[in-house]
């Protein structure tokens, strides 16, 4: 799906991102300001979210992706967060598809299925959103890997964070998110 959602630079980038070793948060936040909107740099300023409070359901886990990707990383240990990853970039999407909808709830899946989501969503985001919606549903409910073995792998839960943010900029004005998404344009350091 990645190649669906991100132009060629982009998606090559993110190969060479994910099979880097180490993986480094500054070249991980860099690729992410390219897709635009909240970022893993841009969600918070000074401490504190950039959004509005009433749109804290769709963009909190965005910050939990920032927060485990960056101490993931700083301790080299990514592999033990990445399926909180790919559920926080899920419930991301999730968050929004409910405001799509104006239902509240239910589960993504569920939600995909019902005819108000369906009417204002076109075939191809909706089609996307049925195939992401496989990843969420192992991240909440897979146990059955094999003992101290993880889910999902790094390049799993970057990739899926990456989809989830590419998804989530073709949703936002269809939820009708509050928040001015100019404040998380990348001011610099």
Request: glycine share 6%; with cysteine.
């Amino acid at each position: 799906m990645a190649s669906e959602l991100l132009d060629p630079e982009t998606l090559r980038d993110l190969h060479a991102l994910v099979n880097a070793q180490p993986i480094a948060f500054d070249d991980l936040s860099q690729l992410d300001r390219r897709i635009g909107g909240p970022s893993i740099s841009t969600i918070n300023r000074n401490g504190t979210g950039q959004y509005e409070i009433a749109d804290r359901d769709v963009f909190r886990p965005l910050q939990y992706c920032a927060m485990l990707f960056r101490n993931g990383l700083q301790r080299g240990e990514l592999d033990w967060h990445a399926r909180d990853i790919v559920e926080m970039s899920s419930l991301h999407i999730e968050s929004l598809i409910k405001r799509v909808g104006n239902l509240f709830g239910l589960p993504l899946g569920a939600l995909l299925h019902k005819a108000i989501v369906r009417r204002r969503l076109d075939a191809t985001t909706l089609n996307r959103l049925h195939r992401f919606t496989t990843f969420y549903n192992e991240a909440k409910h897979n146990m059955g890997h094999e003992k101290d073995s993880h889910l999902f792998s790094v390049p799993d839960a970057i990739t899926a964070y990456f989809v989830s943010r590419r998804l989530g900029l073709t949703l936002y004005s269809l939820a009708r998110v509050r928040t001015d998404l100019a404040v998380f344009e990348w001011m610099g350091t």
